[in-house]
């Protein structure tokens, strides 16, 4: 297996007055595709937020190649969906994407051609409308949020609970992409999932969650 690219040691985070996460050693590697799986309420969020440098952690170390995960250096090299209504909905698509980019010092020409390659998967032409995002519906919404975290090639993504919101063609499709994105950018991809629906995700590595703790 390869080096990890995300370590975690010893996290803990508690929620009193019943609720701690218990992270005693957690490798992810990159290449792989990991589903964090458990029902809600399991940590699984929790866990997401507190990489994301969302949540603070009451103690313990997490590293995104070998640098610390609140530093500027590890999270350029993340890119995530959290909720398709926690993007930024008065803008058009192309807008939103290019300001994306920006922040990961993508030109505008490397934004178009990727975005030209995501959107070979759902034919949806979004860069050739004026319209805003708020107005488009949950479900493309979804999409565009999806494609927003993939626009930028980062070699670490991590989406929660992806799937929602997105019909069955349209999750097939992503699957799929999400198969060749990992085989093209040998990317570390992590998602959230309490389901069983994994449409043609390939090569799943499933880490289970149950009351903040690993099994």
């Not at 927003?148 to 989406?159: D, E, H, M, Q, T």
């Not at 919101?165 to 349209?170: A, C, G, N, P």
């Not at 499709?173 to 085989?183: A, G, P, R, S």
């Amino acid at each position: 297996m390869s080096q990890p690219v995300i370590e975690i040691k010893n996290l803990k985070k508690s929620f009193p007055p019943s609720f701690n996460l218990e992270v005693e050693r957690l490798d992810l590697c990159e290449g792989m595709l990991y589903c964090l799986r458990g029902i809600n309420g399991s940590g699984k969020t929790t866990l997401i937020n507190i990489l994301l440098d969302l949540t603070l952690a009451d103690s313990g170390k997490i590293s995104v190649f070998g640098e610390d995960h609140k530093s500027d250096k590890a999270k350029k090299h993340i890119s995530s969906f959290l909720d398709k209504d926690r993007i930024l909905d008065f803008l058009t698509v192309k807008e939103y994407f290019y300001l994306v980019g920006s922040s990961y010092n993508k030109t505008k020409n490397e934004v178009n051609e990727q975005f030209e390659w995501l959107d070979s998967y759902f034919g949806r032409n979004y860069f050739a409308e004026k319209k805003l995002i708020k107005d488009y519906s949950g479900g493309n919404r979804q999409l565009i949020a999806l494609m927003g975290a993939l626009i930028v090639n980062s070699p670490v993504v991590v989406l929660d609970e992806p799937l929602n919101f997105l019909d069955t063609e349209t999750a097939s499709k992503f699957c799929d992409l999400l198969n060749d994105y990992i085989e093209r950018t040998k990317a570390c991809v992590i998602f959230t999932s309490n389901s069983e629906q994994f449409h043609s995700l390939k090569d799943i590595h499933f880490i289970e969650i149950k009351d903040g703790r690993i099994d």
